[in-house]
Structure formats: structure tokens, C-alpha cells
T-cell receptor, first 113, second 114 residues
Framework: DQQVKQNSPSLSVQEGRISILNCDYT??????FLWYKKYPAEGPTFLIS?????DKNEDGRFTVFLNKSAKHLSLHIVPSQPGDSAVYFC????????????FGGGTRVLVKP | EPEVTQTPSHQVTQMGQEVILHCVPI?????FYWYRQILGQKVEFLVS????????KSEIFDDQFSVERPDGSNFTLKIRSTKLEDSAMYFC????????????FGSGTRLTVV
């Protein structure tokens, strides 16, 4: 199932710099997108979401951008902090399809002090 | 902050045995889910549950799987006869209503089938 793809399995960034995580999707029915953060031995923790009627949503250090024509979204974290080191998952949902989440494979982010 | 609680955190079972994974969703939530993540793979949807019945299930959720909400607080996933390939992290999630921001996951149960 490749409906949601995160092509970068890992990302290393210096503390204070910007982290940019990318996600691509293929299903045109997806109308809601979420980013989750996951630490080892924990469940995914909701970070930020965006509806398909918007192209940007911001919450503190986190901003999600949606480009519907390209079926692409990205998560910007600025400034990056060592505590941001985790695996980040992009997820998508189609409300017409029962609101189940389809996840990407994740990007492991390492923020170096 | 309200949490989704899953027990046990780790379950080891023999192939062919039945296993029940337990979840206590957030108390006022109405929609309940099970997902799983096989090591090195994506988090995958298994089943959704609303109004005391399954609302959707994936191809993975075959006759060996069942879910139950036996009382007002618990939500269980049963695997009747476990296979080696059922080894995975199983995540329970719950949601209040139509808003996705309330989509909360538990910390997971690591199931190891030997």
C-alpha cells in the first residue's frame, strides 16, 4: 500500500535550524492530513493537521504546508530542538471512507546539539 | 491530559494460542480503532468500531480477529489462533467525534508470537 509515502527515511539537522519533512500521496479522496511524532516504545502523538481546504496550518514551531495539485505536504519545524528527535509519520484520511488513517513509512529525525 | 491506556505492554504467546489485547479509550470518546505496526513496516489500519459495531475493517482483519467493547470502558482485540506473522506492535486509538485533533493513540502492546 503506497498511497502515502515519505521518501526520506532519515533526516539529521543541527539544533536551531529548520527541519523539513516531506510526504506524498496518491489518493485524490484524501481530504485530511495529520503529522504524528513517535518515540520508541510509545504510541504516535498527534502534532498538527491540515484540511484539504487549506494550504497552510501553523502551531508554534510546527507548520504544515499542503500542495493539493502536487499531492504533497510538508512539515516544517523551526527552530529544531534536541527533544524533537523522533520518528515522524504523515497520515491521511478520507472522511467519506470512514476516517481511518493511512500512514507513511516515517522519517527518523535526529537533531544534533 | 486524557490518555488511551493499553495493557499489557508486552505479550509473548505460543503460535496457535488465543490472545486478548486490552485498551481503555478516553472516557467520552465514541470511535475506537486498532492499528498495528510490524517491525520495520508502516502503521496499518485494522478495524474501526462505533456504536457497538464494526464500522470498517481492513483485509488484515480476517476471521481470526475480533473486537469487543464488553463494558462502558474497555475495548479489546482478540486473535483466536496466533501466527508468527501476527508479531507486531498493536495500537489502540480513540476519537471523540468528527474532529481529527482528538484522534489519540495508546502506547501500544508488543505482541511476540513464538
Amino acid at each position: 500500500d503506497q498511497q502515502v509515502k515519505q521518501n526520506s527515511p532519515s533526516l539529521s539537522v543541527q539544533e536551531g535550524r529548520i527541519s523539513i519533512l516531506n510526504c506524498d500521496y496518491t489518493n485524490s479522496m484524501f481530504d485530511y492530513f495529520l503529522w504524528y511524532k513517535k518515540y520508541p516504545a510509545e504510541g504516535p502523538t498527534f502534532l498538527i493537521s491540515i484540511s484539504s481546504i487549506k494550504d497552510k496550518n501553523e502551531d508554534g514551531r510546527f507548520t504544515v504546508f499542503l500542495n493539493k495539485s502536487a499531492k504533497h505536504l510538508s512539515l516544517h519545524i523551526v527552530p529544531s530542538q534536541p527533544g524533537d528527535s523522533a520518528v515522524y509519520f504523515c497520515a491521511a484520511s478520507a472522511r467519506a471512507a470512514g476516517n481511518k488513517l493511512t500512514f507513511g513509512g516515517g522519517t527518523r529525525v535526529l537533531v544534533k546539539p | 491530559e486524557p490518555e488511551v491506556t493499553q495493557t499489557p505492554s508486552h505479550q509473548v504467546t505460543q503460535m496457535g494460542q488465543e490472545v486478548i489485547l486490552h485498551c481503555v479509550p478516553i472516557s467520552n470518546h465514541l470511535y475506537f480503532y486498532w492499528y498495528r505496526q510490524i517491525l520495520g513496516q508502516k502503521v496499518e489500519f485494522l478495524v474501526s468500531f462505533y456504536n457497538n459495531e464494526i464500522s470498517e475493517k481492513s483485509e488484515i482483519f480476517d476471521d481470526q480477529f475480533s473486537v469487543e467493547r464488553p463494558d462502558g470502558s474497555n475495548f479489546t482485540l482478540k486473535i483466536r489462533s496466533t501466527k508468527l506473522e501476527d508479531s507486531a506492535m498493536y495500537f489502540c486509538a480513540s476519537r471523540l467525534g468528527q474532529q481529527f485533533y482528538g484522534y489519540t493513540f495508546g502506547s501500544g502492546t508488543r505482541l511476540t508470537v513464538v
